[in-house]
């Protein structure tokens, strides 16, 4: 079993930043494939970013050169970096993990078996 807590959530004004963090645990070999998902009101959950356990990096094309996924090992912590936040990306952000097929980059939610309860972000234009 993987235990997945985020934080770092929030309110921002469009073209601001912020940091989402996701601290996992339970897993004896702390080895996932991780992932950032994205729900807003009305509106289906959408992968936003995954990284694999080569480090290698995919993302959503919406975006793709504002946000950055990136993972501390060390502190079994994975972050999302988000800047130039848009009113369309105000929604509830959830951390993802896997055990299984570990080099494999995918941002369906249906590839990922451990889920986080969430963060908030709203940003406001």
């Known amino acids: 079993q993987v235990q997945l807590v985020e934080s770092g959530g929030g309110s921002v004004q469009s073209g601001g930043s912020l940091r989402l963090s996701c601290v996992s645990s339970g897993n004896a070999y702390s080895r996932y494939r991780m992932g950032w998902f994205r729900q807003a009101p009305g509106k289906e959950r959408e992968g936003v970013a995954t990284?694999?356990?080569?480090?290698?990096?995919k993302y959503a094309d919406s975006v793709k050169g504002r946000f950055t996924i990136s993972q501390d090992k060390a502190k079994n912590t994975l972050f999302l970096e988000m800047n130039s936040l848009k009113s369309e990306d105000t929604a509830m952000y959830y951390c993802a993990a896997d055990v299984k097929s570990l080099l494999f980059l995918s941002l369906a939610q249906g590839d990922f078996g451990f889920w986080g309860q969430g963060t908030q972000v709203i940003v406001s234009s």
């Open positions: 990284i694999d356990i080569a480090g290698r990096t």
